[in-house]
């Protein structure tokens, strides 16, 4: 059982952490669920249609602190250039189960410019404007920003009751013939989290 939840989740959390998923991705909060049919109100405005299907991985992103932010944790972290280096617009903490998932660097779609960096923290080092940190991985490094204000989540299991109406969430699937998405991942915000990727 384990061994499938920790399946399910790689699979839901390389949407989140590289930039190879699918389109669309849609990114707002439930205003409707009735069996597999699920609508999303986008954040860019407008009422998008969702199927749900069996293979449609489910998770939750739960609240976390600069405190679970620990030596050698495996973390996501988007962020924007800033002068000479990067500056981080959110940090994911990953299970241990899921060390490695989408190790690496890449452009994101969070923000013009944006991209996203998988790997260890290997430092955290305090400073006036923020803490900085240094994320490895296989085949090289980046020191990013972390300003006061940047959220801080991580991931975990989640469950098809937690998308209710009011919940926050992100879809990522593509779209059918019929022009509603497939989604092959749901994203929800657990107790009012609202995910920030």
Same mark, same amino acid.
């Given at each position: 059982m384990l061994r499938l939840v920790t399946l399910a989740l790689g699979c839901a959390f390389s949407f989140a952490a590289s930039?190879?998923?699918p389109a669309p991705t849609v990114r707002g909060v439930v205003a409707? #669920?009735? !069996?597999? =049919?699920?609508?999303?109100?986008?954040?860019? $405005? $407008? /009422?998008?249609?969702?199927?749900?299907?069996p293979k449609t991985r489910i998770v939750a992103v739960l609240a976390a602190s600069p405190a679970d932010l620990k +030596? /050698?944790?495996? #973390?996501? @972290?988007? =962020?924007v250039p800033e002068g000479d280096g990067l500056k981080a617009l959110e940090v994911h903490i990953? +299970?241990?189960?899921? %060390? $490695?998932?989408g190790e690496g660097f890449r452009p994101f779609d969070l923000a013009p410019g944006s991209s996203m960096t998988n790997g260890a923290l290997d430092a955290r080092v305090g400073g006036v404007e923020g803490d900085h940190l240094?994320?490895?991985?296989? !085949?090289g490094s980046q020191q990013i920003r972390l300003p006061a204000d940047a959220p801080i989540v991580a991931f975990a299991p989640g469950e098809r009751s937690e #998308?209710?109406? !009011? @919940?926050a969430a992100i879809v990522r699937g593509s779209t059918g013939a019929d022009g509603v998405i497939? =989604?092959?991942?749901? #994203?929800?915000? %657990? /107790?009012? @989290?609202? +995910? +920030?990727?």
């Amino acid at each position: 059982m384990l061994r499938l939840v920790t399946l399910a989740l790689g699979c839901a959390f390389s949407f989140a952490a590289s930039a190879q998923t699918p389109a669309p991705t849609v990114r707002g909060v439930v205003a409707a #669920i009735s !069996g597999d =049919a699920l609508t999303v109100t986008a954040r860019t $405005g $407008g /009422n998008v249609d969702v199927r749900l299907g069996p293979k449609t991985r489910i998770v939750a992103v739960l609240a976390a602190s600069p405190a679970d932010l620990k +030596p /050698n944790a495996f #973390i996501g @972290v988007a =962020a924007v250039p800033e002068g000479d280096g990067l500056k981080a617009l959110e940090v994911h903490i990953f +299970p241990e189960a899921l %060390r $490695g998932t989408g190790e690496g660097f890449r452009p994101f779609d969070l923000a013009p410019g944006s991209s996203m960096t998988n790997g260890a923290l290997d430092a955290r080092v305090g400073g006036v404007e923020g803490d900085h940190l240094t994320v490895t991985y296989k !085949g090289g490094s980046q020191q990013i920003r972390l300003p006061a204000d940047a959220p801080i989540v991580a991931f975990a299991p989640g469950e098809r009751s937690e #998308i209710q109406p !009011g @919940v926050a969430a992100i879809v990522r699937g593509s779209t059918g013939a019929d022009g509603v998405i497939d =989604a092959a991942a749901v #994203i929800v915000g %657990r /107790n009012g @989290v609202v +995910p +920030p990727m």
